[in-house]
């Protein structure tokens, strides 16, 4: 059933994104509200099924500009502008049709002006009966969580990272939450950022069921997940704690990783698997090529023996001592890369926030439980009693568990303003070695030139 509308209403949705041209730049393209208009709650969901949209092409630049892979010099022959400034963190080619902000099939402002366009129109059904009321609610939530996740995610790229002492004066991103594209675009501040995406969540919790049919369709434990992960970027440890117990009372499973079947160039995981809470997913970018993904040595030297994530996630070639990732939970056959929310995620965010709350033993037992699931009969308990050693050892485990799931840029950005878990990165490329030093402005992308150029938005400091 959902297939049939997503194919039924998939030109319902193409005819009211591609006519006409925006006069501001925000989005590239305009609808005519004189032509194939949704009107119905059934339509609404339909286009909020559009996989194209709202599941798959997310943004990559979180996992290109970071730091746990590689390129090979024939590699980075194939990037783009955008791809090859983020992934040495320098700006010596044009930035234009930058995917992750917009482009003619994908991009975050797509998915913005989509769900605005779901969000007024459910605005506009006068339900029928109770049944309808309640699909009204959940399509309303479904659209509102779209949009604060679009948002979320601009922020982690386009925007400084989060800081109270600063949030107010620095720049965030348009918050567009109109369907009108000749609407003039304008740069909100941080905090006006980070306040419009709670709100959105937190409404979306109050419309959202608690699990939905299916897991491209976002839950009321996915948006209390999301939550987490918006608290945690913050570093509001009460709340992201709060959040991810709530996350967890809807869906608290975790895969056992002995189960599992292990092959080389075999990714061993289901798509859907039972661990996953909402399913997404990153595409679309010359640097991640499933199987083809470099890894550093070192991070796979992270991994010890007796840790299944070894064999789960990567392939080793002895011979040329080349480390590629394999394991995304996207599933086997998928050309791209999961940046859903899953209940691995969870624990670890409930584990660092007790462990930073003075919780040693519950953030302790979340650790253990977790990793009792990833290890075979060899795993030895953690047990430590001093909460800083047990803070670095989650963060640790944080990297290992959720790699080249889009998570770590946004921990670099936010551990860098701890001295004790600040990190500088370098690269090589072309016989040239680049450095990224911890709190530098290189840790917020420049706006796309293109955009800078239409709009006459301020571009971030540093790349002007």
């Given at each position: 059933?959902?297939?049939?509308?997503?194919?039924?209403?998939?030109?319902?949705?193409?005819?009211?994104?591609?006519?006409?041209?925006?006069?501001?730049?925000?989005?590239?393209?305009?609808?005519?509200?004189?032509?194939?208009?949704?009107?119905?709650?059934?339509?609404?969901?339909?286009?909020?099924?559009?996989?194209?949209?709202?599941?798959?092409?997310?943004?990559?630049?979180?996992?290109?500009?970071?730091?746990?892979?590689?390129?090979?010099?024939?590699?980075?022959?194939?990037?783009?502008?955008?791809?090859?400034?983020?992934?040495?963190?320098?700006?010596?080619?044009?930035?234009?049709?930058?995917?992750?902000?917009?482009?003619?099939?994908?991009?975050?402002?797509?998915?913005?002006?989509?769900?605005?366009?779901?969000?007024?129109?459910?605005?506009?059904?006068?339900?029928?009966?109770?049944?309808?009321?309640?699909?009204?609610?959940?399509?309303?939530?479904?659209?509102?969580?779209?949009?604060?996740?679009?948002?979320?995610?601009?922020?982690?790229?386009?925007?400084?990272?989060?800081?109270?002492?600063?949030?107010?004066?620095?720049?965030?991103?348009?918050?567009?939450?109109?369907?009108?594209?000749?609407?003039?675009?304008?740069?909100?501040?941080?905090?006006?950022?980070?306040?419009?995406?709670?709100?959105?969540?937190?409404?979306?919790?109050?419309?959202?069921?608690?699990?939905?049919?299916?897991?491209?369709?976002?839950?009321r434990s996915a948006a209390y997940a999301m939550l987490a992960k918006v608290y945690l970027t913050n570093r509001d440890y009460i709340n992201a704690n709060k959040m991810a117990n709530l996350a967890l009372a809807g869906q608290d499973v975790l895969l056992d990783f002995s189960d599992l079947n292990f092959g080389p160039f075999s990714n061993p995981f289901e798509v859907y698997n039972k661990e996953i809470i909402f399913h997404s997913t990153m595409g679309g970018n010359a640097i991640f090529t499933f199987f083809n993904v470099r890894v550093k040595k070192e991070v796979y030297d992270m991994y010890q023996d007796g840790d299944l994530r070894k064999k789960a996630f990567f392939d080793?070639?002895?011979?040329?001592?080349?480390?590629?990732?394999?394991?995304?939970?996207?599933?086997?056959?998928?050309?791209?890369?999961?940046?859903?929310?899953?209940?691995?995620?969870?624990?670890?965010?409930?584990?660092?926030?007790?462990?930073?709350?003075?919780?040693?033993?519950?953030?302790?037992?979340?650790?253990?439980?977790?990793?009792?699931?990833?290890?075979?009969?060899?795993?030895?308990?953690?047990?430590?009693?001093?909460?800083?050693?047990?803070?670095?050892?989650?963060?640790?485990?944080?990297?290992?568990?959720?790699?080249?799931?889009?998570?770590?840029?946004?921990?670099?950005?936010?551990?860098?303003?701890?001295?004790?878990?600040?990190?500088?990165?370098?690269?090589?490329?072309?016989?040239?070695?680049?450095?990224?030093?911890?709190?530098?402005?290189?840790?917020?992308?420049?706006?796309?030139?293109?955009?800078?150029?239409?709009?006459?938005?301020?571009?971030?400091?540093?790349?002007?």
């Amino acid at each position: 059933m959902k297939k049939f509308f997503l194919l039924r209403y998939f030109g319902l949705f193409v005819i009211i994104a591609f006519c006409g041209c925006a006069k501001d730049g925000w989005f590239d393209v305009k609808y005519d509200k004189k032509v194939g208009v949704p009107t119905t709650v059934t339509e609404l969901q339909a286009i909020l099924d559009n996989g194209e949209v709202f599941n798959m092409y997310c943004p990559m630049a979180m996992e290109t500009a970071a730091d746990d892979h590689y390129l090979e010099e024939d590699q980075a022959m194939q990037l783009s502008g955008f791809e090859r400034n983020s992934y040495i963190w320098i700006k010596d080619a044009p930035n234009i049709k930058v995917s992750d902000w917009i482009d003619l099939t994908r991009g975050s402002y797509r998915k913005v002006f989509a769900a605005n366009l779901v969000i007024e129109g459910i605005e506009k059904i006068s339900p029928r009966d109770e049944s309808e009321r309640i699909k009204c609610k959940n399509v309303k939530g479904q659209a509102l969580f779209f949009r604060a996740q679009a948002f979320y995610w601009l922020a982690q790229i386009f925007v400084p990272p989060y800081d109270e002492a600063t949030f107010d004066k620095k720049l965030g991103i348009p918050l567009r939450l109109n369907s009108n594209v000749d609407e003039i675009s304008i740069r909100s501040s941080v905090k006006e950022t980070y306040a419009q995406i709670e709100k959105d969540l937190l409404d979306a919790v109050s419309l959202l069921p608690l699990i939905q049919n299916y897991k491209t369709r976002p839950s009321r434990s996915a948006a209390y997940a999301m939550l987490a992960k918006v608290y945690l970027t913050n570093r509001d440890y009460i709340n992201a704690n709060k959040m991810a117990n709530l996350a967890l009372a809807g869906q608290d499973v975790l895969l056992d990783f002995s189960d599992l079947n292990f092959g080389p160039f075999s990714n061993p995981f289901e798509v859907y698997n039972k661990e996953i809470i909402f399913h997404s997913t990153m595409g679309g970018n010359a640097i991640f090529t499933f199987f083809n993904v470099r890894v550093k040595k070192e991070v796979y030297d992270m991994y010890q023996d007796g840790d299944l994530r070894k064999k789960a996630f990567f392939d080793y070639d002895i011979g040329t001592g080349t480390v590629t990732y394999k394991g995304t939970y996207a599933g086997s056959g998928y050309f791209s890369f999961f940046n859903g929310l899953a209940c691995d995620e969870l624990y670890l965010i409930r584990a660092e926030c007790n462990v930073r709350t003075g919780n040693l033993s519950l953030a302790l037992n979340d650790l253990n439980k977790l990793l009792r699931t990833r290890w075979d009969d060899s795993f030895n308990e953690i047990v430590v009693d001093d909460p800083e050693e047990a803070l670095r050892i989650i963060i640790n485990e944080r990297r290992k568990e959720l790699i080249f799931r889009g998570v770590r840029w946004s921990d670099l950005r936010r551990l860098n303003m701890d001295p004790r878990f600040a990190s500088t990165l370098t690269r090589s490329l072309s016989g040239k070695t680049y450095t990224l030093e911890p709190n530098s402005y290189k840790y917020t992308l420049p706006i796309p030139d293109d955009i800078i150029q239409i709009t006459g938005m301020e571009q971030n400091p540093g790349w002007e």
